[in-house]
């Protein structure tokens, strides 16, 4: 197959182009860089299924990419850190953006596959959430510039679906974690695992004891790609439902580390979920996908790859 990846020099967008030249595909890499790096993307320079374009998909207007199977969209700022610096790009990105790769599959008759995120179910009151929950989303909120953006790439989707008839998939990724993390990200595995490697107070927000459900790198990319070759054309959970506290990641990742640092608790920021774990009954019954790396496993690979890389 011939595939589009915007967002390819991301976390989740490298090993997405990795797993597809694996498999034979050829692969357009499509990434402004603002928070995609450029050693993502040396990876694959020598590939010759690889071809990168450095561009903001809000540009991409009438882009010409040749003929397409399939575009995966993954561009966008994720990283809390991001919400304030980056606010007007992330809903840029998250409108004009999948405005842009939407046209292009009218024109290339490829299917689309946007990655939405659990935060469209902002701070849920239903426990775990299914996709026919609509969320809890405070619009006004630091954190609105990424889950009202993601809610809209939704609604773009299937307009597009229903008024040009493009075939599309919709994946509500759940926290992702694993080697080729931005060191600086600001989520709470690569935070964690920074600051335990260099003997510093891991920073818990609030008491932690509100939850995440963390879905290893890998396994995420193969729900998407099961997704990607499905017929399901409403929204799947693609995520990790081995619920856990924020403290007990903590200290799983003070142990990994080999670590002596403590806890330094403080303020909860504003909207921050109180619990987040996915409903994976569509993943597993129409997807035929279920997450198989242990928390444990994950981390400790993880780890090592911020040990290896910590002077980078």
């Known amino acids: 197959m011939r595939i589009l990846v915007a967002g390819g020099a991301g976390f989740i967008g490298r090993c997405m182009c990795s797993r597809l030249l694996d498999r034979g595909d050829e692969v357009i890499c499509v990434d402004n860089l603002v928070t995609g790096t450029v050693g993502n993307v040396k990876d694959f320079q020598d590939e010759p299924g690889y071809t990168f374009v450095e561009a903001d998909i809000a540009s991409l207007?009438?882009?010409?990419?040749?003929?397409?199977?399939?575009?995966?969209?993954?561009?966008?700022?994720?990283?809390?850190?991001?919400f304030v610096p980056l606010s007007l790009e992330i809903l840029e990105t998250g409108s004009r953006g999948v405005v842009n790769l939407l046209e292009l599959c009218v024109r290339t008759g490829a299917r689309f596959l946007q990655a939405s995120t659990s935060e469209v179910y902002g701070d849920p009151q239903v426990h775990p959430q299914p996709e026919s929950y609509w969320g809890n989303v405070n619009p006004v909120g630091l954190r609105s510039v990424y889950d009202e953006a993601k809610r809209f790439g939704e609604a773009l989707t299937m307009a597009y679906q229903r008024r040009h008839g493009v075939e599309v998939r919709i994946a509500r990724i759940f926290n992702t974690y694993g080697p080729g993390m931005r060191h600086d990200d600001g989520r709470v595995v690569s935070n964690f695992a920074t600051q335990a490697l260099r003997g510093e107070p891991l920073t818990v927000y609030g008491d932690g004891t509100q939850t995440r459900s963390l879905c290893f790198v890998e396994d995420e990319v193969t729900g998407l790609l099961a997704l990607l070759e499905s017929d399901v054309s409403t929204p799947v959970n693609i995520g990790n439902d081995d619920e856990r506290t924020i403290a007990e990641i903590a200290?799983?990742?003070?142990?990994?580390?080999?670590?002596?640092?403590?806890?330094?608790?403080?303020?909860?920021?504003?909207?921050?979920?109180?619990?987040?774990?996915?409903?994976?009954?569509?993943?597993?019954?129409?997807?035929?996908?279920?997450?198989?790396?242990?928390?444990?496993?994950?981390?400790?690979?993880?780890?090592?790859?911020f040990r290896a890389t910590a002077a980078r």
């Open 251 to 305: 200290s799983l990742i003070i142990e990994l580390a080999g670590s002596k640092s403590e806890m330094a608790h403080l303020p909860l920021p504003a909207d921050d979920p109180t619990q987040r774990r996915p409903d994976l009954t569509i993943a597993r019954t129409k997807l035929g996908w279920e997450p198989v790396t242990p928390l444990r496993d994950g981390l400790a690979r993880t780890v090592e790859w």
């Open 61 to 82: 207007a009438e882009f010409d990419a040749g003929p397409l199977d399939a575009v995966v969209n993954l561009a966008c700022p994720a990283s809390p850190a991001d």
